[in-house]
């Protein structure tokens, strides 16, 4: 009986080496503060942000607040990606947002935001092309 009870510690034993060296010989690979995949999710963020504050600057269109609303809900569920193409996209999605977002507190009846609107369209789906 004390044989069984010394083969199953030394299995034990083994086992934790086993996995012990394996873990030193090859690290899984965390995701750090600054990888790519939480820069995306970042944009991705900024990019909501600002469409909800754009939301909140429109007062008497509700076709422009309703067409926000929507683009909104299609950017919030975008897949941040580990992409340098994509990167440049979402550079593009946010700079757009920030002319529009200066657009509308200026005149929300513009046609200006609609041409931008139809932009970020556009890049939201050069980006889902891409990914």
């Known amino acids: 009986m004390l044989y069984v009870y010394i083969a199953i510690a030394v299995i034990i034993i083994g086992l934790a080496i086993f996995f012990l060296v394996r873990e030193l010989k090859y690290p899984k690979k965390k995701m750090t503060e600054g990888g790519d995949?939480?820069?995306s999710k970042r944009r991705i963020e900024k990019a909501v942000q600002n469409l909800e504050s754009m939301t909140e600057l429109v007062k008497t269109n509700e076709k422009l607040k309703n067409k926000l609303t929507?683009?909104?809900e299609i950017v919030r569920f975008l897949n941040p990606v580990k992409n340098e193409k994509i990167k440049v996209i979402d550079e593009k999605i946010l700079a757009r947002l920030d002319d529009m977002k200066i657009e509308i507190s200026k005149d929300e009846?513009?046609?200006?935001?609609w041409r931008m609107i139809e932009e970020v369209e556009g890049y939201i789906a050069q980006r889902t092309k891409e990914a």
């Open 37 to 39: 995949v939480v820069e």
């Open 70 to 72: 929507s683009l909104k």
């Open 109 to 113: 009846n513009s046609e200006t935001i």
